[in-house]
């Protein structure tokens, strides 16, 4: 199946850090979403961006969806240790279409 | 409120049986998606139902099959199992269009 090509596949930081990661598609997207998944737990929505160019925040966490709509990143300012986990990007072509995931951005924060 | 539930939570099967998974959607959404997610994948589509009728399916077997009720709750069968079905699966309940919930799943192991 479709999947975008999401990157790096992992990361480990010092806590305290900031954290980049992004996600590009061959295909043009009309909705980027960010994922955060804890072990044993579904996604849960982080950010959710609808414009091409839009620029959101929610706390320490920042998106931005590209101006070309194949491409997205997702920055976290300022690492803690509940910020562990898998991010997964999402990209929705249109409302009628399934969501289409990236592989996920293993996030590990050393204390 | 509740948001989406799943059951079972656990479960192991042998090669060639059959399963039904069963999800709840959140109050107010009456789309349901399933996907699967392998070990160090993200979700893939694998069908989605709205009002009562499947809309869209993603690129699996016909031994994947599912129902929508009048209440909205959804149930993904497969039949005759194989290894490679073991995965975590993950029903999103959604109004028409956007604003996936995602359940915690339901996570299959095939023997």
């Known amino acids: 199946g479709q999947q975008l090509n999401q990157s790096p596949q992992s990361m480990f930081i010092q806590e305290g850090e900031d954290v980049s990661m992004n996600c590009t598609s061959s295909s043009i997207f009309n909705t980027w979403l960010w994922y955060k998944q804890d072990p044993g737990e579904g996604p849960v929505l982080l950010i959710a961006?609808?414009?091409?160019?839009e620029l959101t925040s929610n706390g320490r966490l920042t998106a931005q969806f590209g101006i070309t709509r194949k491409d997205s990143f997702l920055n976290i300012s300022a690492s803690i240790p509940s910020d562990v986990g898998i991010y997964f990007c999402a990209g929705l072509s249109s409302g009628n279409t399934p969501l289409v995931f990236g592989k996920g951005t293993r996030l590990s924060v050393i204390a | 409120d509740a948001g989406v539930t799943q059951s079972p939570t656990h479960l192991i099967k042998t090669r060639g049986q059959q399963v039904t998974l069963r999800c709840s959607p959140k109050s107010g959404h009456d789309t349901v998606s399933w996907y699967q997610q392998a070990l160090g994948q993200g979700p893939q589509f694998i069908f989605q139902y709205y009002e009562e009728e499947e809309r869209q399916r993603g690129n699996f077997p016909d031994r994947f099959s599912g129902h929508q009720f009048p209440n909205y709750s959804s149930e993904l069968n497969v039949n005759a199992l194989l290894l490679g079905d073991s995965a975590l699966y993950l029903c999103a309940s959604s109004p028409l269009r956007g604003g996936y919930t995602f359940g915690s799943g339901t996570r299959l192991t095939v023997v």
């Open positions: 961006l609808y414009k091409a160019g």
